[in-house]
């Protein structure tokens, strides 16, 4: 016999689904047949598949121990990741991390080992405050992607409801992202909102900005303010009112202002300045803005938070060079 006590991230999920995650190489139709024969037992009474669990429950099991042994025998990947993370903010909820260009935020199929995701959980595992077996249902997540070469804050969530409130909130866009970037030559105007239509070809990872509708098109809107020109390059800071792939990338390279260093979306050589092993662009400012409530993250509301631009290097080395010129 072996006893498991529900905790709050297992809480709120049906029996069946919490069993499938924590023992994954226990076949369904071995868990099935194990609660129809009593075998797993509720606060000591009978439960069903759909029964749903509250966190303090306790689980009795009568079942072989070869499915414990397993589980208890598993490495953890995301301790080959080191946990070497830049923190902009931290609290018993969340982390906002400041990703540097060039690394994964999620394993790919050809580099698995490092990752912002890994580097979390191993943070948070030698914290104490992350326990793959204690918590079978939840591990720490991401809430936000940016591309490998792009950088910027990274939102975390430490428990399942930060994470169902963030995502939602994600979704809703009350959570605002604002962006630093070099542009080739200036905009016409100094600011302005850009709307248009984006399709993505997948083979190709590439999207394609049009300015009218068409079918499987999805609407884009882009709001920007130049910060300062240099005479070849302008530092724009930019908002993203739809969150689309590659969308400021691809929106500011159709009006004939791409990225410096981005060389899928910018013309040849004469995108990639010396020094810029990336695209300039760099997501550095989030706010917080809930319209309707948030839970237990309503203590984040209104607040700002952003990545200092002395430490991006193609925003300081802009600003470093204006200021030489004034």
Do not use: W
């Amino acid at each position: 016999m072996r006893q498991l006590v529900i905790n709050k991230n297992d809480s709120g999920q049906r029996l069946d689904k919490f069993l499938q995650k924590r023992f994954k190489t226990m076949p369904k139709s071995m868990m099935y047949m194990y609660i129809r024969k009593k075998c797993v037992k509720l606060n000591g009474k009978k439960c069903d598949i759909s029964t749903m669990l509250s966190e303090g429950d306790v689980l009795t099991f009568y079942i072989r121990d070869e499915f414990f042994e397993a589980e208890e025998q598993k490495s953890y990947e995301f301790m080959k990741a080191p946990k070497k993370l830049d923190i902009v903010y931290e609290d018993e909820n969340l982390l906002l991390l400041d990703k540097k260009p060039g690394l994964l935020v999620h394993p790919d199929k050809s580099y698995h080992f490092d990752s912002i995701v890994s580097r979390v959980r191993h943070y948070l595992y030698d914290k104490g405050e992350y326990d793959p077996e204690a918590d079978k249902a939840f591990a720490p997540a991401l809430v936000n992607r940016i591309d490998r070469n792009t950088g910027g804050i990274v939102i975390a969530a430490k428990n399942a409801e930060s994470l169902r409130i963030l995502n939602s909130k994600m979704k809703t866009r009350e959570l605002e992202k604002y962006y630093l970037c070099l542009l080739h030559g200036k905009p016409k105007h100094e600011s302005g909102t850009l709307t248009g239509y984006i399709t993505k070809n997948e083979s190709k990872n590439k999207v394609t900005v049009l300015k009218a509708c068409t079918e499987g098109a999805k609407e884009i809107k882009t709001k920007y303010k130049i910060l300062g020109f240099d005479g070849k390059l302008s530092l724009a800071e930019v908002e993203l009112l739809t969150g689309r792939t590659h969308q400021i990338r691809a929106h500011m390279a159709s009006l004939g202002h791409p990225l410096a260093g981005d060389s899928k979306y910018g013309r040849g050589k004469n995108t990639t300045p010396d020094g810029y092993k990336y695209q300039a662009l760099y997501s550095y400012k989030l706010v917080f803005n809930f319209v309707s409530d948030a839970g237990l993250l309503n203590y984040l509301n209104h607040r700002e938070f952003s990545v200092d631009i002395g430490k991006i290097p193609f925003a300081a080395s802009f600003i470093k060079a204006s200021s030489n010129q004034g």
